[in-house]
């Protein structure tokens, strides 16, 4: 089955810039989905289909795929990022796969 | 738009059948494709399964043996049941939507936790 694998923790200073990866085979050929999810509550989609932002998210947030790996950017990053982000693909093996996760610390 | 709301009991016993609903609002479920995940206190996300339109649904190998996924159009409604349920399925189930087979879940219901205990 496929596997997706994620840092379990990225710290960054408020107004830097946070990367979380996540790795994969050949995971570039595959659509890469990624969720933010802050404590007590359901996740939500920031970006899809590797660097798609769906509506209301801020442009601070990108993403790429390429190679083995697919990363989360986010730019400038403020105390309310802090949370988990979760990378997510589809496999004609294993259908929906979720990473492990990352928690991302505003220091 | 689109809307998703879980609800079921919040304890079963071991041994016996998980079941939780989720109602959707302000669209049809007679289209679309809509899924279930759960997570475990302080883990990660574990997709469940997924019900697509008008297909047959497609299940964690792991969970396979145990879990269905239905859908009842006259209440809008997607169910879970899941059998011989045990303490490792203590978790938060989602349930959450999709436009196409690879589309993101997207939205989600808020959660419904289940707890597993005698």
């Known amino acids: ?3 997706l694998t994620q840092p379990p923790s990225v710290s960054v200073a408020p107004g830097q810039t946070a990367r979380i990866t996540c790795g994969g085979n050949n995971i570039r050929s595959k659509s890469v989905h990624w969720y933010q999810q802050r404590p007590g ?18 442009e601070r947030f990108s993403g790429s795929n ?3 790996t697919a990363t989360l950017t986010i ?8 949370a988990d982000y979760y990378c997510q693909v589809w496999d004609s093996s294993s259908d929906r796969i979720f990473g492990g996760g990352t928690k991302l610390t505003v220091l | 738009q689109l809307q ?13 059948t998980l079941s939780l ?25 574990e997709w469940i399964g997924t019900l697509y339109y008008g297909g047959s649904p497609a299940y964690n190998p792991s ?6 996924i239905s859908v009842d159009t006259s209440k809008n409604h997607l169910s879970l049941k899941m059998s011989s349920v ?12 999709a436009m196409t087979t690879v589309s993101p879940f997207d939205p989600w219901g808020q959660g419904s936790l289940v707890t597993v205990s005698s």
């Open chain 1, 41 to 58: 509550q359901a996740p939500v989609l920031v970006v899809f289909d590797d660097s798609d932002r769906p509506s209301g998210i801020p």
């Open chain 1, 1 to 3: 089955s496929y596997v």
């Open chain 2, 21 to 45: 609903t989720c109602t959707v609002s302000g669209g049809s479920i007679s289209s679309g494709t809509y899924g279930w995940i759960r997570q475990p206190p302080g883990k990660g996300l």
């Open chain 2, 63 to 68: 969970l396979k043996s145990r879990v269905t």
């Open chain 1, 75 to 82: 730019n400038r990053v403020e105390v309310g990022d802090e």
């Open chain 2, 4 to 16: 998703l709301q879980e609800s079921g009991p919040g304890l079963v016993k071991p041994s016996e």
């Open chain 1, 66 to 68: 390429s190679g083995s």
């Open chain 2, 86 to 97: 045990t303490a490792a399925d203590t978790a938060v189930y989602f349930c959450a939507s």
